[in-house]
C-alpha cells in the first residue's frame, strides 16, 4: 500500500536527515567509492563481524542531522544479493524509527547486480500495509548514489524492475486485504481494471457463462458463497509473437475448507489463498506492460469456499469441464476443483507451455518448509528453467517428483477420481490430480507455493503478511522463453 519513491544519482549530496548506508562484500571490499565518504566518515571501515551492521557516525555535518550505517554482507548461507536487499530494508526501517529524511546507498555503477538488489531492497522491503491503520508513517525516500553518471543500461534495468516491483506490491496489496474486501466479485473488478491500465485484454465469465461452459468445479467450490464464483481471463497479443505461454491461478479468496471446516487457528492466513492468482495476473500486467514479445493467457478462476445451504458436500460428485467426475471426499480440497476446470481451458487453447500456481497443500510446507515453494510436472525442461529463473531472482523452488502409482489413491468406484488421497505425499496427489486435466503433449508444470505465499512472518527482506511470490520467477522465465 505504501513503499518508498526511488531515484538515482551521480555522487553523494547530503542533506539534512541523512541516512547513507556504505556496503562491504566482506571485511575489505567496498561496493562504493570511497571518495564519495562525507568528511564525517572517512576511513569508515566494516564492522568487524561477518553479517554485521553497525552505526559509525550519527550528528551534525554541514548539510544538517546525519547518520552513516557500515554493513557487511557476508551472511553466512546468503547470497550477497540477498544480504544487500536485507540492509537496505533494515535502513529504510531504521531511518523511519529515527524520523530521517532519506535513505542515500553508495554503490558503483558497473555493478549491476547489486544496483538491482538495492533498488528491490527498497521497493519491496520498505513495503507496508498500512491501509487501516489510523496513524500511517510516510515511506522514507530512497537515492541511490553512483560513482558516475548512470548509462542508458542501468536506467532500462532500473525501469524494468520498478514495473515488476510495482506489480509485486500489487498482488501484497490485494492478498493483506482483509477477505470482507476481496472476494470473487470484487477481485475480478480489480483484475479487470488493472489488468486493462497495463495492456491485457480482460474477459470475465460470471455464473451463468460458466454453466453454459460447463466449468462444473468452480461452480461446485463457490456455490456456498455470497459472492458467486467467476473466472477472470487475461490475454496478451503481441504482433508477430510466435509462442505462446498460458498462466494458471488458484484463486480462493478465502478458504474455511467448507463442511471439512478448518480449526480456528488453521483459518488464520487463509485469506492468502488467492495467492497464486495475484501471482499469476500480476505476472501477466508487469509482462504486457514492459511488452515482452511472447503471447500470454491468464487463467484465475475466482471463490469463495464457504458454509451454507447451498454450499457442496462431502460425497457429492462433481462433473468438470474435461468431461471427467470428481467424487469430493475432502471439500478442503477445492483449490484442485476449480483449477481442473481452468487448466482444460488452458489445454484448449494450444499453448506452448502451462504453468500453474497454487497454495495448494500443507503437505507441500512440510516436505519444503515456509521459504520454498514445489514444482511438479511433465516437462523436466520447462521445470527446470522456472527452477533457474526463481534462483536468479531470490525466490527459492525445488523440484518435486511426480511419481504416478500414487494416483491409485485417488480411484473411486463411482466417479473417475477422488479429489484427495492418503495423509502421505499429499502435495504427489494434488499435483497428479491436475495432470489428469492437462494433455500430455503441452509441457505443464505445477508450482504449488502454499509455504512462501502464504508465510505471515518475514522472509527475507520482505516483511510481515503477503510476499508477492513467484512475479519475480515469472518475468525472469518468459526472458528465457522469449529467447
Known sequence: MAYPTLNMEK?????????????????????????????????????????????????????????????????????????????????????QEERLGRVAIALVAEDGAMLAAAQEGALLGGYCFDKY????????????????????????????????????????????????????????????????????????????????????????????????????????????????????????????????????????????????????????????????????????????????????????????RSGKSVEVDNTDAEGRIILSDALTIACEKRPDWIIDSATLTGACVVALGEDIAGAFGTSDELAERIIEAGAKTGELIWKMPLHMPYFEQMKSTIADMKNIGSRWGGAITAALFLKQFVDDEIPWVHLDIAGPSVKEEPLGHLGKGAKGFGVKTMLALVEQLQE
Not at 232 to 240: A, D, F, M, Q, T
Open 11 to 95: 555522487g553523494y549530496r547530503p542533506k539534512d536527515g541523512d541516512l547513507l548506508l556504505l556496503c562491504w562484500r566482506d571485511e575489505k571490499t567496498p561496493l562504493f567509492d570511497p571518495a564519495m565518504v562525507p568528511a564525517e566518515a572517512k576511513g569508515a571501515a566494516p564492522p568487524e563481524d561477518e553479517g554485521k551492521s553497525s552505526t559509525i557516525f550519527a550528528g551534525a555535518s554541514k548539510a544538517g542531522r546525519l547518520m552513516v550505517r557500515a554493513a557487511r554482507l557476508d551472511i553466512k548461507n546468503v547470497p550477497v544479493q540477498e544480504a544487500m536487499k536485507r540492509a537496505v530494508s533494515s535502513a529504510i526501517a531504521l531511518a
Open 133 to 320: 491503520l489510523s496513524e500511517k508513517k510516510e515511506p522514507v525516500p530512497v537515492t541511490i548514489c553512483l560513482d558516475r553518471a548512470s548509462s542508458t543500461a542501468i536506467n532500462r534495468q532500473k525501469e524494468r524492475l520498478d514495473v515488476i516491483c510495482r506489480w509485486i506490491n500489487f498482488a501484497r496489496d490485494i492478498l493483506n486485504e482483509p477477505p470482507n474486501v476481496i472476494h470473487p466479485q470484487s477481485l475480478a473488478k480489480i483484475f479487470r481494471e488493472q489488468g486493462k491500465k497495463a495492456g491485457l485484454k480482460v474477459t470475465v465469465w460470471d455464473e451463468k457463462r460458466l454453466e453454459k461452459e460447463r466449468c462444473g468445479g468452480i461452480l461446485a467450490v463457490g456455490k456456498g458463497a455470497a459472492s458467486r464464483p467467476c473466472l477472470v481471463i487475461g490475454e496478451y497479443r503481441p504482433r508477430k509473437a510466435k509462442r505462446h505461454l498460458c498462466l494458471v491461478g488458484k484463486g480462493i479468496t478465502f478458504d474455511t475448507g467448507g463442511y471439512c471446516l478448518k480449526p480456528e487457528k488453521s483459518q488464520i492466513g487463509m485469506k492468502y489463498d488467492m495467492g497464486g492468482a495475484a501471482m499469476m495476473f500480476a505476472s501477466a500486467c508487469a509482462m504486457a506492460e514492459l511488452k515482452v514479445p511472447v503471447k500470454v493467457t491468464v487463467l484465475t478462476p475466482l471463490a469463495e469456499n464457504d458454509i451454507s445451504s447451498t454450499a457442496y458436500h462431502t460425497t457429492d460428485i462433481i462433473t468438470t
